[in-house]
T-cell receptor, first 114, second 112 residues
Framework: DTAVSQTPKYLVTQMGNDKSIKCEQNLGHDTMYWYKQDSKKFLKIMFSYNNKELIINETVPNRFSPKSPDKAHLNLHINSLELGDSAVYFC?????????????FGPGTRLTVT | LAKTTQPISMDSYEGQEVNITCSHNNIATNDYITWYQQFPSQGPRFIIQGYKTKVTNEVASLFIPADRKSSTLSLPRVSLSDTAVYYCLVGDIHDSSYKLIFGSGTRLLVRP
């Protein structure tokens, strides 16, 4: 069973469109994250939710909006896509409360904006 | 957050032991040292974490000297499948605002 899954794996879209990436974890973790890895391979945290509450909100355009309907899901919605949004987006989860803080990453979603 | 410095790349051969050193001169008292591994087209994977002295698991060992200003990830008898990028991260894992700050990592190439 996949611990952290993301859909879709690949996403090709045009500038100006709105798209969503979904993430689900079946580890029972209380915290989930979104990361962006750009073409230079730098991996940067974007958001983190703990028990459905936003706890980390890095400096990202407000076109990016995370949504956590429950502890097992964290979706990322992106409005008005731009060329610079092209990257691989990784979802991750960890157990903060009484846990080791080890983060488990999903397989990534490669977003290409044309 | 403590800044980390590690070699950009390393080469090795199958069966050798590989040691990747990370410098973190400004490590704080409550900071832990964590290493992640990332294969191409995959998300990072936790390898090992430690606070001081030596930690060993089924994958690697982590050596931390008494001053904690550096740490060394040791991979015994590497294979081709160990070719990956290795990230050293430092932070207070018990802080509510703790987050992983990835640097450029060390790109390890294992040759036959």
């Amino acid at each position: 069973d996949t611990a952290v899954s993301q859909t879709p794996k690949y996403l090709v879209t045009q500038m100006g469109n709105d798209k969503s990436i979904k993430c689900e974890q079946n580890l029972g973790h209380d915290t989930m994250y979104w990361y962006k890895q750009d073409s230079k391979k730098f991996l940067k945290i974007m958001f983190s939710y703990n028990n459905k509450e936003l706890i980390i909100n890095e400096t990202v355009p407000n076109r990016f909006s995370p949504k956590s309907p429950d502890k097992a899901h964290l979706n990322l919605h992106i409005n008005s896509l731009e060329l610079g949004d092209s990257a691989v987006y990784f979802c991750a989860s960890s157990q903060r409360e009484g846990g080791t803080y080890e983060q488990y990453f999903g397989p990534g979603t490669r977003l290409t904006v044309t | 957050l403590a800044k980390t410095t590690q070699p950009i790349s390393m080469d090795s051969y199958e069966g050798q032991e590989v040691n990747i050193t990370c410098s973190h001169n400004n490590i704080a008292t409550n900071d832990y040292i964590t290493w992640y591994q990332q294969f191409p087209s995959q998300g990072p994977r936790f390898i090992i974490q430690g606070y001081k002295t030596k930690v060993t698991n089924e994958v690697a060992s982590l050596f931390i000297p008494a001053d904690r200003k550096s740490s060394t990830l040791s991979l015994p008898r590497v294979s081709l499948s160990d070719t990956a990028v290795y990230y050293c991260l430092v932070g207070d894992i018990h802080d509510s605002s703790y987050k992983l700050i990835f640097g450029s990592g060390t790109r390890l190439l294992v040759r036959p």
